[in-house]
């Protein structure tokens, strides 16, 4: 008897012990899972109504995807963080909103859904690192001052998406034929090739 009754006050005593962890914070994980979510969406598509198409941005330094409705594209700290220097992991507070229409409007274009982001905001001490390395950076990069994107879309062809960059005539447009990818920032207008 006296076995039985210590197994019942034992389950007792973790069962209370369960229920006291439980609510000691009942809704800390959910709301540190709400606050890290943006409250800016569109409406819902209304019943029987096909939802908007959605662009997928992937920046292929960190691994991450940004879904965009061509629509209303993201604006604000969200696009800062995901456009962010990958060397530093800062973001730059005010990139150019303009980068995301900018890629979306291409994939738009050639019916693509996807965008892989090579490069966007560099932090001035990364864009110097890479110059000592010899690489094909400019002294004074948009990429920098957060006006610039690398970008290509999968299955269409460097030449196609720089042709088509061009015919935008927003600012200035490389193409990297070998890396296969396309420049393209919001400054003066110029043209150049690299590698």
Do not use: C, Q
């Given at each position: 008897m006296s076995r039985a009754l210590?197994?019942?006050?034992?389950?007792?005593?973790i069962a209370s012990l369960i229920a006291s962890t439980a609510d000691a914070d009942p809704g800390a994980k959910k709301d540190?899972?709400?606050?890290?979510?943006?409250?800016?969406?569109?409406?819902p598509p209304k019943l029987g109504q096909k939802?908007?198409?959605l662009v997928n941005l992937y920046n292929?330094?960190?691994?991450?995807?940004?879904?965009?409705?061509?629509?209303?594209p993201p604006r604000g700290a969200q696009v800062d963080r995901f456009l962010r220097?990958?060397?530093?992991?800062?973001?730059?507070?005010?990139?150019?909103p303009r980068l995301v229409d900018i890629v979306v409007s291409a994939a738009v274009h050639f019916q693509r859904d996807?965008?892989?982001?090579?490069s966007a905001f560099r932090h001035p001490k990364?864009?110097?690192?890479?110059?000592?390395?010899g690489h094909q950076v400019a002294r004074d990069s948009h990429h920098s001052k957060g006006d610039a994107i690398d970008f290509f879309l999968p299955r269409v062809s460097t030449n196609q998406l720089h042709k088509w960059a061009i015919d935008q005539k927003i600012g200035?447009?490389?193409?990297?034929?070998?890396?296969?990818?396309?420049?393209?920032?919001?400054?003066?207008?110029?043209?150049?090739?690299?590698e």
């Open positions: 210590a197994a019942a006050v034992s389950l007792t005593l540190r899972d709400r606050a890290g979510k943006t409250t800016d969406h569109a409406a939802p908007a198409r292929t330094w960190t691994d991450e995807w940004l879904a965009v409705d061509p629509k209303a220097d990958h060397y530093t992991n800062a973001p730059l507070a005010g990139i150019e996807t965008v892989m982001v090579v990364y864009n110097l690192l890479l110059r000592k390395k200035g447009v490389g193409i990297y034929l070998d890396s296969g990818f396309v420049h393209m920032d919001t400054g003066p207008v110029r043209r150049w090739s690299g």
